[in-house]
């Protein structure tokens, strides 16, 4: 007999997939917009200080996340680096706990030999 409205309803929606499309847009260009703004700087900026970190070498001047700044005196190994932030006061310090290098150093005389031979 008569049409409930329900079931008008269903009927004028079923095949429209273009507006589930529309609808679906603003996630995909706010995931967009948040992976150029956000996820891909950020990805840069862990990549530079991956790159400053492991090219810390003897001679450097470094500023830790602390706040402490001194002059790099040994390279312990890849975790570990020594600096002396004072006459004869001596810190060891992870690498990763460094947030930049001041000054680059003259390379060790072990060092120079290390790069004349790997160019």
């Known amino acids: 007999m008569l049409i409930t409205p329900a079931f008008a309803q269903a009927a004028g929606a079923g095949g429209d ?8 847009l603003p996630f995909a260009l706010i995931f967009v917009i948040m992976y150029f703004l956000i996820l891909r700087p950020q990805q840069k900026k862990v990549r530079d200080h991956a790159d400053l970190v492991k090219n810390i070498r003897r001679g450097d001047t ?38 930049g290098v ?16 790997a160019s």
Not at 17 to 24: E, G, I
Not at 103 to 112: C, I, L, N, R
């Open 17 to 24: 997939a273009s507006s589930m499309l529309m609808s679906l």
């Open 102 to 117: 001041r000054a680059k150093g003259e390379p060790a005389k072990g060092d120079a030999k290390d790069e004349a031979s």
């Open 62 to 99: 470094v500023v830790t996340s602390g706040g402490l700044v001194g002059k790099v005196t040994k390279v312990v190994d890849d975790d570990q680096i020594e600096f002396e932030i004072s006459d004869g006061v001596r810190v060891r310090q992870m690498r990763q706990m460094i947030s």
